[in-house]
């Protein structure tokens, strides 16, 4: 489904990734672990098209993410790639049912549509009765997980996570961890996970861990 070929990435004399290959099947959940520094999250950018590789390809269901450009880019990535970040970058001025319909609004499906699959969305993760709050009403959890259904509302090939749960205390990361689990389940979706928590790694069905740039198990 997404498969990663010798991707390399420098930043001047820096060699951050130093030629990684991997797969990831569809409906799989896998952690990238490894030390800061290591090249997580500069690896999770190659498979989410915000930056591109110095050397070595990435395909998405086929498609060669390097060919794709400007606006055919962004609407590849739109409706094919969800993203959770540590921090959620919700918008304040949004409640959170508005935050999960941004995307789909975005790339043009009905505001009818969209809201009804966004509530469908927030019930699964226990939030329909916070749907109204906007963010600074919501506890953290609650914030990661109208994250959570933002990037799960066009339906996405696949979900990319940058440490979900490096904000979250031990209670909500937990909950976190399970949401993940029944959504895969529930929705058939594939996850890619970049994590220091090994409590969150654990529940993944593959571990890939990189040292110095490279894929060390």
Same mark, same amino acid.
């Given at each position: 489904m997404l498969q990663v070929i010798d991707i390399h990435k420098s930043f001047g004399k820096l060699k951050v990734l130093k030629g990684i290959d991997f797969t990831i099947e569809?409906?799989?959940?896998?952690?990238?672990?490894g030390p800061s520094g290591a090249g997580k999250t500069t690896l999770l950018q190659m498979m989410g098209t915000l930056d591109k590789p110095s050397k070595?390809?990435?395909?998405?269901?086929?498609v060669k993410l390097s060919s794709l450009h400007g606006r055919n880019l962004a609407r590849f990535r739109n409706q094919n790639i969800g993203f959770i970040f540590q921090f959620h970058n919700l918008?304040?001025?949004?409640t959170a049912l508005e935050n999960v319909c941004i995307p789909a609004l975005i790339s043009g499906k009905s505001k009818k549509?969209?809201?009804?699959?966004?509530?469908e969305l927030l019930e699964n993760l226990n939030l329909i009765d916070r749907k109204d709050h906007k963010p600074a009403e919501l506890s953290g959890g609650e914030m990661q997980r109208v994250a959570v259904a933002r990037a799960l509302i066009n339906n996405p090939k696949i979900i990319l996570a940058d440490e979900p749960s490096g904000n979250l205390d031990t209670?909500?990361? *937990?909950?976190?961890?399970?949401?993940?689990?029944?959504?895969?389940?529930?929705? *058939?979706?594939?996850?890619?996970?970049?994590?220091?928590?090994?409590?969150?790694? *654990?529940v993944s069905d593959r571990i890939i861990k990189l040292q110095d740039g490279k894929i060390v198990t």
């Open positions: 569809e409906n799989e959940i896998a952690s990238i672990v070595g390809e990435v395909y998405l269901d086929d918008l304040t001025e949004f549509e969209t809201q009804k699959r966004a509530e209670e909500n990361k *937990k909950e976190l961890y399970t949401f993940f689990t029944q959504l895969r389940k529930l929705y *058939k979706q594939t996850f890619v996970i970049v994590t220091h928590d090994m409590s969150l790694a *654990k």
